[in-house]
């Protein structure tokens, strides 16, 4: 979370207490689950945490050396106590089963609340977007008219005003489209997700499509791998597809004309997927970074850049791959250009 230091968290067991404690975890935004121990690797709980790329192991020797635990929740039972209290680091706290039942509670009923609120307002701004772009639409409908000549010859001054009504409903008919996905995004039930995969190449492959037209008008070059292996990922296939999407158009956005966007993918040691969106265009100041995925959020060198833009498609970014536990990662030099990352687990 932007600007907050996230608690980091273990979780001791992996049968049915340790997946309800690990799914109450999973949905808290301010918690960090690093570890899942259980000496069956076979558990529900494992198979859980490796599809959202939080570390499995057999004991808890990994979890006492890591002095940045700062809870350590045991859902296992005496077996798993008796392995845990030897070797427990002194920065770290142990809770027992029942202490652990009462955490898991409390945070399931904190995030039941936040995720009402949050789908709630997410339908008012589905109702509120289509009723601002009805309006809209209309009077797009009118400048094409205009435009197209059928009210007869207006004077170069005027088309070229006209032409710049038609430039600005065309960005905020995409900043409603974004704002609506937002909101969609948000009233997606988590359990209903599904098991589905989908193909990193063929994901990214339609994203950068999406974008090709508006790079070619200004010379940025899309440079795409077109063989990743392997690349299939657990996810929604158009999730996946607009999270590239947002990765790729804000690169372009923010290169500089003549400029190159460059994507790649490579395997990390812990398994999981990385596919970085590089640009080398006006990059972002230090400061700004903690709240680049903010809804609404534009650095003053963004603004200056480029005046169309919402601030709403890293929001988007960041929305699709916590639903599906991915990490999303940026690193910039302004000035220099950007790299956003964007990783996940092999299905």
Known sequence: MAGQEKIVVAV???????????KALLAAPDVEVRYVVDPDLRAPGVALAREHGIRCETHAGVVTADAAVDLILETGGDRVRADLEPGEHPDGRLMSPAGTRLVASLVAEIAAVEEDARVETA?????????VKSPLTAIQSSVNVILGGYTGEIPERTRETVQKIHARIDAALAALAKRRLLADLRCVDRDALGSGTASVTEALQEAVARHAETAAARGVE???PTGIEPDRVRCVPEHLVALFSELVENAVVYSRDGGVVEVSADVRPDGRLAVAVRDHGIGVPERCLPKIFDEDYRADVAVKHYADGAGLGLAVAREIAGLHGFDLE???????????????SLA
């Open 12 to 22: 001791m067991g992996a049968g049915a207490q340790g997946v309800a404690t690990l």
């Open 123 to 131: 339908r008012y701004l589905r109702q509120a977007s289509h009723q």
């Open 222 to 224: 899309l440079r795409v």
């Open 330 to 344: 940026v690193r910039s030099d302004e000035g220099s250009g950007s790299v956003f990352t964007a990783i996940m």
